[in-house]
């Protein structure tokens, strides 16, 4: 059974860093095909896509992580992380990690496996 777990949120001053860190559990990265990724949930509005990262060690962002948020990846440790830096207030909202057991990498809501997700506040 997989199981995600993020971490790593909090409140933030605007122009402050944090980095997210979602511990997968129910697969090993070292010899899986998946693919993982950061979304996130501003209140009022749907869930978008931040960055995604595969086995292969793959990455992509969307243009709102372009330059100030970057996916990785510790295989040993089974954890995705999303380090983010100049921190905007329209940056606040729940961060979640999701993942799917298959080469297939897209920013879609149907990824079978969803972490509770952790909340950040940028205030200005």
């Known amino acids: 059974q997989v199981q995600l777990v993020e971490s790593g949120g909090g409140s933030v001053q605007s122009g402050g860093s944090l980095r997210l860190s979602c511990v997968a559990s129910?697969?090993?990265?070292?010899?899986?095909?998946?693919?993982m990724g950061w979304f996130r949930q501003a209140p009022g509005k749907e869930r978008e896509g931040i960055a995604l990262i595969d086995q292969n060690g793959w990455r992509d962002r969307k243009e709102i992580a372009a330059g100030r948020f970057t996916i990785s990846q510790d295989k040993s440790k089974n954890t995705i992380y999303l380090q983010m830096s100049s921190l905007k207030p329209d940056d606040t909202g729940m961060y979640y990690c999701?993942?799917?057991?298959?080469?297939?990498?897209?920013?879609?809501?149907?990824?079978?496996?969803w972490g509770p997700g952790t909340q950040i506040t940028v205030s200005p």
């Open positions: 999701a993942a799917r057991l298959s080469p297939y990498c897209y920013y879609t809501a149907d990824y079978p496996n």
């Open positions: 129910g697969y090993s990265f070292a010899s899986a095909t998946y693919c």
